[in-house]
């Protein structure tokens, strides 16, 4: 139990080192780069092919409710960094939330049509949500010690961690005049590992004042997990290499895209995307940690005489919970993602766009918003982005680009260029890149619009 708690946090935190998940300044990119299907799988490409060029095509994405500085402190005068719980502390709010995400696009071919598009796709990713109570960081602070005689509360505690790959398919299609575009993808999932807490957990801390003995309760209080064997230092996983398991196991499920277009007036166009619906059923490297549901009381130890204090508090407290390790199959969600979008088109090359997106990978997320200007070149296409965090009320200011003109297109995208000059003051940091090969782009386009490239 405790390599599990010390695996998901060492991969929380690398998460944080790489740097979840609105994208906005990626979505901007629209029809010219291919893999913003991802976010709005209407969008179409402008060229008749597109192919991605392996392991080239990634982005990172962290948010979360306390800055860089006030996670990785430093006292005045120190040349260390340590985490002061003290000062995570002070900067907590009532709900407190840490979204990761890590995409890797391994493999993408996009076909246009007269009608739409087909696109074949295979993408790795990690996606880590977290919501803790601003209780939770007291007691991280603080212990019980100023809450005696008072009951601390656990149960908005939420932890949903996922590791997959996709393999996928999607088709884009017009109608009504080309006024209406559909798309939808399809996925099929396999898992790598994975790590939860039960959504109805609850659990509460009671110091009782005259005798301060703890008493302890729980409700739910399962964590599952999958594939960890392999991310921690114990032979659990027998002689089982890791490659092979996350190229092929038993952790399998089918995910979908949809998305739509429609153009209400000539100048104003609507959009709605609704991705990552399905589930992984996990069946391979399954480890389930229960804990029984009631009440204990600790009322402590004699410490007089003792060697190895902290062997023996931990073993008198633990020894009062009836839990126990299984290997239960489970089914997770993948955690899915609304995109609500209306587009004002002030000339042919020149557009606002206000965003709304909303995470459902756990309820308690809030949504954010995003106002852009998009504005297209003649051989590209960059976008400015100023968008609003609803879980901690923070504005950033991202921008995007991307190339418009084969063969070899390079694209970029930040939520939040800002954080590029001083990253330790923002909590969101947010970055997309990527290398395609793209042809048939002149086929597409009006003579006018041809570019030569004898003249480049």
């Not at 209406?180 to 004042?209: E, M, P, W, Y």
């Not at 391979?284 to 600790?298: H, I, L, S």
């Amino acid at each position: 139990m405790r390599k599990l708690i010390i695996t998901i946090v060492l991969v929380t935190v690398t998460c944080l080192g790489l740097n979840a998940q609105s994208y906005f300044a990626f979505y901007e990119l629209r029809d010219v780069v291919h893999q913003t299907q991802t976010l709005q799988p209407a969008f179409i490409p402008n060229n008749s092919l597109t192919v991605s060029l392996p392991a080239l095509n990634f982005g990172t994405s962290f948010q979360g409710d306390f800055k860089l500085e006030e996670f990785f402190y430093r006292e005045p005068g120190e040349n260390d960094f340590t985490v002061n719980f003290n000062v995570l502390r002070a900067a907590a709010q009532e709900n407190n939330h840490l979204n990761t995400d890590i995409t890797n696009n391994l493999m993408h071919v996009g076909l246009k049509t007269k009608k739409g598009g087909f696109s074949f796709f295979v993408n790795m990713r990690t996606v880590v949500n977290v919501v803790y109570k601003e209780e939770f960081m007291d007691f991280l602070a603080n212990g019980n010690g100023n809450r005696i005689g008072e009951t601390i509360d656990f149960s908005g505690t939420r932890l949903k961690l996922n590791g997959i790959t996709e393999y996928g398919v999607g088709h884009t299609r017009k109608f009504l005049k080309d006024r209406l575009v559909v798309g939808a993808r399809v996925k099929l999932l396999n898992g790598i590992f994975h790590g939860s807490i039960s959504d109805n957990f609850s659990g509460t801390l009671t110091t009782h004042q005259d005798t301060y003995a703890w008493s302890v309760t729980t409700r739910n209080g399962t964590i599952n997990t999958a594939g960890f064997d392999y991310l921690s230092d114990n032979n659990d996983a027998g002689d089982k290499e890791l490659l092979p398991y996350a190229i092929s196991n038993e952790n399998t499920g089918v995910g979908f895209d949809i998305g739509a277009k429609f153009d209400v007036l000539d100048w104003l166009r609507v959009e709605a995307a609704w991705n990552d619906i399905g589930k992984i059923n996990w069946k391979e490297e399954v480890r389930n940690y229960n804990t029984a549901d009631g009440t204990v009381e600790f009322s402590g130890v004699n410490l007089r005489g003792l060697d190895d204090l902290e062997s023996v508090v931990k073993d008198s407290l633990l020894n009062k919970f009836n839990s126990n390790e299984t290997e239960k199959e489970f089914s997770s969600a993948i955690g899915s993602r609304l995109y609500f979008t209306a587009t004002a088109n002030i000339t042919p090359k020149n557009r606002f766009s206000l965003t709304y997106f909303k995470s459902n990978a756990l309820e308690e997320i809030p949504a954010s918003y995003a106002l852009s200007f998009n504005h297209r070149l003649e051989k590209f296409v960059f976008a400015v982005v100023g968008s609003y965090r609803g879980a901690n009320h923070e504005m950033n200011l991202g921008a995007s680009i991307g190339s418009d003109i084969g063969p070899v297109q390079l694209y970029m995208a930040l939520d939040n260029a800002l954080v590029i000059n001083k990253p330790e003051q923002y909590s969101k940091a947010d970055f997309r890149f990527g290398i395609n090969l793209m042809f048939g782009y002149k086929k597409w386009r009006k003579s006018p619009d041809i570019v030569d490239l004898d003249k480049l």
